[in-house]
């Protein structure tokens, strides 16, 4: 199979089951304010349009970039044409207003809906779904904005289909924000000029749109050091008048283009602000709370990375599953020694069965978290949005929830997209195949957006530390009564036990790190990424565990669909007895942590 056809292949039933049946969103969610009048039966039909947009429009380009990547030429960059082709289907399709609010001309969508879209878009094109950033920055300035600033961008964001970007990066600094250095300094009311380097820009540039909103951060002059100092600054590439109408070219050029390993159609650039010509940008909301106000971007952009990284697993997955069916090598094993026995499909090999359900229990896990998620997100909306007073208890989990979502999927993800080669032997090595494109465009995921290690500080240094640990402490405690409670009888006794005693050992891992912290700091740079992968993979347990409980009853009132809920139970089996007992040597590891490789003399290396 070569990937230049349409390699993509999603798992709607399995969205669908988390979104109607175990979250039971047409209930909670759909229909309910501030989001538009969808209800189930329209939900349904948007995913399966979605899903059909995403195989027949937006995947037949999604290896195109490997031979005709972006080419920058006099500060311009020019797309390849069937990625373009791509997008306008997505925009023509309306796919777009999805996630606007209804006062935007939007559909208003849940989050949990939209994250399930998401999934579709992101698995079928990794590289085209980063080009549907202005959708995000439009949200955040039509919620951050003042009133003359929403009339000024807002309408023609939507209608004109403009692009956008988030400009944090530069060189020499990396993930250090703080460390910035880019400058601003006003010219008159909210209008300021920029000028600096940034780097690591993802659409930075294209062709593919009239006109990109850049979301800059830069520090004014005289401002503190530190992230406290920085603003937050709308930078269009064409200047927008206070009418909304195109004015000249701003001074926000491409610089430089990277050379990556994938993602080569996703435009990752150096911007240069300010150089041989003003850049101009407007203050947004007119206040000095520039990394408060990027925050309503970098936290949707970690949820799409995990998501991202989800969907890439999904879709490997599918495939490697659809090889193992067709591929005839060797017989079975119980014949090995007969010659003459007939040849198999690789399906029927147990390490190939092990391997796959590896990959579908660990992709439906991380749906089911990801999703999870989402829905704790529907509730934050209604209860007025993200940093809301009344959202607070809903707002705080999700917060919690992120690092787990972006930071374990993303490193768990590229280990098991090895196994989704390895299903397809030496095939899965050739460009033949897309698994091994798969590999290359996820592994940005555990870089960006905040590297794995700076998720595992941002669950324990800030998540867990902001409240005491109390946020954490009361989804454990749902946890805990799912393994202490009879969900699925005695069909589900040996799959609340492993729940449980993996709890346990969560909890003593939990308890054993603080305790070192009166010792060092070091301890949380140490076992921090083992204790996120920990946390994830019990939250992951419990959720598989609470499907498998939804699957046994569906089973008895829809028996036509028994062989999708016996692969739900199947997942939840198979994770409880391969992956909870692993927190047993995790927690030991933990316990037995030392400094003792901080003692190594650095020549010694």
């Known amino acids: 199979m070569s990937s230049s056809t349409n390699h993509y292949v999603p798992n709607l039933r399995d969205i669908e089951f988390n979104l109607f049946e175990f979250l039971d969103i047409g209930r909670t969610s759909l229909g309910h304010a501030p989001f538009g009048d969808l209800d189930e039966t329209a939900a349904r039909q948007l995913l399966q349009t979605f899903a059909l947009l995403s195989k027949t429009e937006l995947s037949p380009s999604f290896d195109e970039s490997e031979h005709t990547p972006p080419k920058l030429e006099n500060g311009e960059v020019t797309l390849p044409p069937g990625l373009k082709k ?62 003359p600033q929403k009339r000024r961008f807002l309408p023609h964001m939507v209608d004109r289909r403009w692009g956008g970007s988030m400009v944090l990066t530069e060189p020499d600094a990396g993930s250090d924000v703080g460390a910035a250095r880019t400058k601003a300094r006003p010219v008159g009311g909210d209008v300021w000029e920029i000028e600096g380097v940034k780097r690591f820009i993802t659409n930075g540039d294209s062709d593919m749109n009239e006109n990109i909103i850049h979301m800059v951060l830069a520090r004014p002059e005289g401002a503190p050091p530190g992230t406290k100092g920085l603003s937050l600054f709308v930078v269009p590439k064409f200047w927008v008048n206070e009418d909304g109408s195109l004015g000249e070219r701003n001074g926000v050029v491409c610089t430089k283009l990277e050379k990556k390993m994938g993602l080569k159609g996703s435009v990752t650039c150096e911007m240069t602000f300010g150089d041989g010509q003003p850049s101009r940008g407007i203050l947004l909301g007119e206040v000095h709370d520039g990394i408060r106000q990027m925050f309503h971007i970098i936290e949707q952009a970690r949820m799409a990375v995990g998501v991202k990284s989800m969907s890439a697993l999904s879709a490997g997955y599918q495939r ?22 007939p040849r198999v499909p690789i399906f029927q090999h147990p390490d190939v069965r092990r391997m796959l359900m590896a990959q579908k229990a660990y992709s439906e896990g991380m749906r089911a978290l990801c999703l999870f998620t989402a829905s704790i997100q529907d509730g934050v909306e209604m209860k007025g949005g993200h940093r809301a007073t009344e959202a607070g208890e809903l707002d705080t989990l999700n917060d919690m929830l992120l690092p787990l979502v972006k930071g374990y999927c993303s490193e768990k993800v590229y280990e098991l997209l090895a196994l989704s080669l390895q299903v397809h032997g030496g ?65 589900l006794q040996t799959e609340r036990a492993a729940l449980g005693k993996a709890l346990g050992e969560l909890e003593m891992m939990l308890g054993t790190l603080m305790g070192k912290l009166s010792e060092s700091v070091y301890h949380v740079g140490l076992q921090g990424n083992r204790v996120l992968a920990s946390v994830a993979e019990v939250v992951i347990g419990w959720l598989l565990v609470r499907h498998a409980g939804v699957a046994l009853e569906r089973m008895k009132t829809n028996p036509a669909d028994k062989a999708f809920y016996v692969g739900k139970f199947a997942s939840a089996r198979w994770y409880c007895a391969e992956v909870l007992p692993g927190l047993a040597h995790a927690a030991r590891m933990v316990e037995a942590g030392t400094l003792d490789l901080l003692e190594v003399p650095e020549e010694s290396y």
């Open 320 to 341: 490697a599953l659809a090889f193992s069916k067709d591929r005839l090598q060797g017989a079975d094993l119980m014949k090995a020694r007969d010659k003459t026995a």
């Open 427 to 491: 095939s899965g090595y050739l460009m033949d195949y897309p698994v091994e494109q798969y590999i290359r465009d996820q592994k940005i995921d555990t870089l960006y957006e905040g590297t794995t290690h700076i998720q595992a500080l941002d669950l324990l240094m800030r998540k867990v530390a902001r409240d005491g640990g109390a946020t954490l402490q009361g989804l454990l405690s749902q946890i805990r009564e799912t393994a202490e409670g009879d969900l699925g009888g005695g069909e």
């Open 86 to 147: 791509s997008m306008a289907a997505y925009f023509d399709a309306g796919m777009h207003l999805l996630e606007q609010p209804t006062h935007l001309g939007g559909m208003g969508a849940p989050p949990s809906l939209f994250w399930a879209t998401f999934e579709l878009i992101v698995g079928s094109n990794a590289s085209l779904a980063f080009y549907t950033l202005g959708n995000l920055v439009a949200r955040v300035i039509d919620r951050l904005g003042t009133e």
